[in-house]
């Protein structure tokens, strides 16, 4: 008898990888806190923009070879996928092997006008401050967890097309024009974002400088779905390219628990910072969180109420996207 026949017969009786532990959903939903400035702009108009997250299957031989040989489940920082190992050293190599793995991807033809975005989100509940007195807050009201349930965006919405009092908000077909439409050269592409998403024409507060801009207008066009994998990949690069971008070297958990790669960078002289999550299997986007990086007191205009205090790693924001998919009707499911 041969080692393989050998090898075969001893594994004989295990399970094969099941559904949910070879193509798990992806998806988004962000929730932003009521009153906060420009940082959550972007997220705020998520509901209405379909984002990226397409469901991908996953090899099942490389998880299968796995079992039969007994070896250790991956460590949280390095799953298997099918991309190969993962390397979260810089935000370069990270988001180039992305970036790679997309441009080998085939290009689906894009969706019919009379389709639908399928999408289903969760999100963890805000942090709210404390207060520094080290007395009970007032409880004023209770901060709700976003309803998980499914929503349905029209691809085609011609009557929102022609909605300005967002300039972060485009529907899904125009989402997915300018990201087919976008250059190859990262400057090139970062500049074009920040003209379809500009910086200061709103209520929100004054202008970013230019790098805060280019990473808010990627975050915001990422959200989108779906955007075609090669152009999903120079945006990728284009933002491996932006001052402060930094990567996680380990990945994180996300709101629904899955372990998701984690692209950040600091807000311009606050102590948040945007994490743009992406799935470490088939690279699509998994959703967004703010997070706190230095504890610091947070004070009302005039004094009048108590002083807050935000601590090192409150989540400000923290959405998951864990399906999206394109279907015929409203009311589909895939």
Do not use: C
């Not at 984002?51 to 991956?74: K, N, R």
């Amino acid at each position: 008898m041969d080692e393989m026949t050998q090898l075969r017969e001893l594994r004989a009786d295990a399970p094969l990888p099941g559904r949910a532990a070879l193509a798990p959903g992806r998806a988004l939903l962000t929730g932003a806190i009521t009153g906060r400035n420009r940082r959550a702009r972007g997220l705020r108009a998520d509901w209405r923009v379909a984002s990226l997250g397409a469901v991908v299957a996953i090899a099942a031989a490389a998880l299968f070879i796995t079992q039969v040989v007994d070896t250790p489940a991956p460590r949280p920082s390095a799953p298997a996928t099918v991309a190969g190992d993962l390397d979260l050293s810089s935000p370069a190599t990270a988001l180039g092997r992305a970036a790679d793995y997309l441009d080998r991807q085939e290009v689906p033809p894009e969706p019919r006008p009379d389709q639908w975005i399928y999408l289903r989100e969760v999100g963890g509940v805000p942090a709210q401050p404390t207060r520094k007195d080290g007395a009970e807050p007032e409880v004023k009201g209770t901060m709700e967890v976003p309803d998980p349930a499914p929503s349905w965006i029209p691809y085609d919405d011609k009557a929102a097309e022609g909605d300005e009092s967002d300039t972060d908000y485009r529907t899904a077909r125009e989402s997915y024009r300018i990201a087919a439409g976008l250059p190859e050269d990262p400057e090139a592409l970062l500049a074009e974002l920040r003209k379809v998403f500009p910086t200061g024409s709103g209520p929100d507060g004054p202008p970013e400088a230019k790098d805060e801009h280019s990473f808010r207008a990627l975050s915001v066009l990422l959200q989108s779905y779906p955007l075609p994998p090669d152009a999903l990949a120079r945006i990728y690069r284009a933002m491996a390219t932006v001052d402060g971008v930094e990567v996680t070297d380990h990945l994180i958990r996300d709101a629904s628990g899955r372990q998701v790669i984690a692209v950040t960078r600091q807000y311009d002289g606050q102590d948040i910072r945007r994490e743009i999550l992406i799935d470490p299997v088939d690279y699509g986007y998994a959703g967004q969180r703010e997070v706190v990086t230095r504890t610091h007191d947070v004070s009302t205009p005039g004094g009048l109420d108590p002083t807050m205090v935000y601590k090192r790693g409150d989540l400000l924001i923290d959405g998951a996207r864990t399906k999206a998919a394109v279907v015929d009707a409203k009311g589909q499911k895939p």
